[in-house]
């Protein structure tokens, strides 16, 4: 299934497209696509016999703005240096173990939504990213099997990153990364059985229409499992957290100089194989 929010800001209803790319309303069958949802079994088996069924109500798509596919984020975790292309454009060695740092749930935005560069921003950045929605409880994890079993579903996500906050300003990362609406996320939570190896999937995101990356989640250092097992020795992953998964080669900060970070004004799109497409349109903060 692919499952998403639409409407105006906080006041999104659940929806899913059906295989004919026809909107169709889930509001009369489960309140929220969030973790509760994701987490129960019968509830996400009523929403797939509704949406099999066929007699859903059609939601108009013109001009519907399409909200980010899950609601209530607990956390997003993220996932530095992990694909082999990207450490060797950045001149950095692989990393022994994932590289972890948070971004508040407060930066997750619409797939669509504008995406304000930072005031005072010189070195603003793209990163297109696989993110991952968990679906069950994940602690202490024994394999990267049981890593993928905790997924709820797949998207796309945005890690907008402010390098000279990140790098250049003391401290963690946290500051170049947390800068309001620097995680756009969808359009769709796709499930499982339509993503039958995430190890397989390609990314591109193209900047004023001129493509940046194309990669795919074969370069990955640590799978997607072996990520969700890995954390879950060092946090509690809830249902409805997002992890975001790393980004391939091809970002600003990877290209010789004058590297050509975003400015207000310019257009990211970017998407992953059958995760959908997202188009932002950056304004000054």
């Not at 240096?81 to 001149?91: F, V």
Request: proline residues 7%; hydrophobic residues 40%.
């Amino acid at each position: 299934m692919k499952l998403l929010r639409v409407g105006t800001a906080g006041a999104e209803r659940p929806a899913l497209l059906d295989a004919d790319g026809n909107l169709r309303d889930l509001s009369g069958v489960v309140p929220d696509i969030d973790g509760a949802l994701l987490a129960d079994d019968a509830a996400m088996a009523h929403v797939r016999v509704a949406a099999e069924a066929g007699d859903l109500p059609v939601l108009d798509a013109a001009g519907v703005r399409i909200g980010a596919p899950v609601g209530r984020i607990g956390k997003v975790v993220c996932i530095g240096l992990n694909y082999h292309d990207h450490a060797r454009e950045t001149g950095a060695q692989p990393p022994a173990e994932p590289v972890v740092f948070l971004k508040a749930a407060d930066t997750v935005v619409g797939p669509n939504d504008t995406v304000l560069v930072p005031r005072g921003s010189v070195r603003t950045d793209w990163e297109v990213e696989l993110a991952v929605v968990i679906g069950r409880t994940a602690r202490y994890l024994d394999s990267a099997q049981d890593g993928l079993a905790h997924v709820a579903g797949y998207t796309v996500a945005h890690d907008v990153s402010e390098r000279e906050f990140q790098m250049d300003r003391g401290g963690t990362w946290d500051k170049g990364k947390n800068c309001e609406t620097f995680n756009p996320l969808g359009p769709w939570l796709v499930t499982p059985d339509e993503v039958p190896d995430p190890q397989k999937l390609g990314l591109k995101l193209w900047v004023n229409g001129e493509l940046k990356q194309d990669g795919s989640t074969a370069e990955q250092i640590f799978s997607v499992g072996e990520v969700v097992r890995y954390l879950s020795h060092f946090m509690t992953l809830y249902p409805g957290d997002v992890v975001n998964t790393g980004t391939p080669a091809g970002v600003a900060f990877g290209q010789p100089e004058p590297k050509p970070y975003l400015r207000p004004g310019d257009v990211v799109e970017l998407e992953i194989d059958g995760l959908g497409r997202q188009r932002q349109e950056l304004r000054g903060a």
